[in-house]
């Protein structure tokens, strides 16, 4: 996969599936092949997006709607893919995004029930062409990866939801992978941390380091 421009790569998964580590570890498999690349992250990546993350994530007295979870996810993005993601690729730098708009056909479609061609129709506004060249997704049974997350301090929003919002979450990314398995590879994050960095790295040499 040779291109002018750099490569967009997005790793995804429900809470507790250890995004972070293996985002760290993707990024020294760049760099140890003299790489560029950043790491961003949705909601946020800007200065703005990042406040609309913050709103996005604590716990609001007052109910937010689908919809208006919908369109911050969104409003976030928009500033994102036109003031970082696109002008990074657009220099030859690669882009390890955590998280991208499968989050929202997994968190805001399967989760919360939004209908696929909704999210469709702001994706394309939002994003014209622009879709993640790989996208890794991390896969856990909830149970487990929420009980890693709940070790952490405190509970964001989207943390405090019932095991059965996550369960619907995890469907939506499998069905997302068995869809379009080009760009999606599903990573068993139940394993020992070791097998899951070096499937992960099998990916990047299968998929975006052409063989090496
Ligand atoms: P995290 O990046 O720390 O995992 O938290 C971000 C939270 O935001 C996570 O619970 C998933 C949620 N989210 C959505 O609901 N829709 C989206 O499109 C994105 C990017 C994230």
Aim: aromatic share 6%.
């Amino acid at each position: 996969m040779q291109k002018d421009t750099g490569l967009f790569i997005t790793v995804e998964g429900i809470e507790g599936v250890g995004k972070s580590t293996n985002i760290e570890w993707i990024k020294q498999c760049l760099e140890a092949r003299n790489i560029q690349c950043i790491v961003t992250r949705e909601p946020g990546g800007t200065l703005l997006a990042e406040k609309i993350r913050q709103l996005l994530l604590e716990v609001q007295e007052e109910p937010v709607t689908e919809l208006s979870e919908l369109l911050l996810v969104f409003a976030a993005r928009a500033q994102h893919v036109e003031r970082l993601i696109k002008p990074t690729l657009s220099q030859g730098q690669w882009v390890i995004c955590d998280r991208f708009t499968d989050a929202t056909y997994a968190y805001q479609g399967g989760g919360r029930g939004i209908h696929r061609s909704t999210i469709a129709e702001l994706e394309l506004l939002v994003q014209g062409q622009l879709k993640p060249d790989l996208t890794i997704i991390l896969d856990l049974d909830p149970a487990i990866g929420l009980a890693r997350a709940q070790q952490r301090a405190s509970l964001d929003r989207f943390e405090q939801e019932e095991i059965a919002f996550f369960e619907k979450v995890r469907k939506a990314y499998l069905e997302i992978a068995a869809a379009e398995p080009e760009r999606c590879v599903i990573i068993d994050a139940s394993q020992n941390l070791d097998v899951v960095k070096s499937n992960i790295l099998l990916a990047l040499q299968q998929r975006v380091f052409n063989g090496e």
